[in-house]
């Protein structure tokens, strides 16, 4: 069992920055892969970013790329979503999720864990 706790959400004004985090606690040792979706009312959770826990390797949707980075802090089982120059479209709710190997990485049905989601919103 894994739990994800999220936090960092807010309303910011168009062309600001948000960093969200991710804490993981118990049986983590698993996890290879962990990822930000996000979820807009009337939409699908949708791919925003995702990093490999071990090699670090990371991967962005194209809409998010340049803009956000995601990284890892092992110490603290966290992850980060720094998130640079925000649209009003990237508003949304923000959820963290952990998973097993796969390389599909981009594909949410391969995720075990999921958080409660942080609230985005961007103002025009």
């Known amino acids: 069992q894994v739990q994800l706790v999220e936090s960092g959400g807010g309303l910011v004004q168009a062309g600001d920055s948000l960093r969200l985090s991710c804490a993981a606690s118990g049986r983590t040792f698993g996890v290879y892969n962990m990822a930000w979706f996000r979820q807009a009312p009337g939409k699908e959770r949708e791919f925003v970013s995702a990093?490999?826990?071990?090699?670090?390797?990371?991967y962005y949707a194209d809409s998010v790329k340049g803009r956000f980075t995601v990284s890892r802090d092992s110490a603290k089982n966290t992850v980060f979503l720094q998130m640079n120059t925000l649209k009003p479209e990237d508003t949304a709710v923000y959820y963290c999720?952990?998973?097993?190997?796969?390389?599909?990485?981009?594909?949410?049905?391969?995720?075990?864990?999921w958080g409660q989601g942080t609230q985005v919103t961007v103002s025009s």
């Open positions: 990093i490999n826990w071990s090699g670090g390797n990371t």
């Open positions: 999720a952990a998973g097993k190997f796969t390389l599909f990485v981009k594909n949410r049905q391969n995720y075990d864990y």
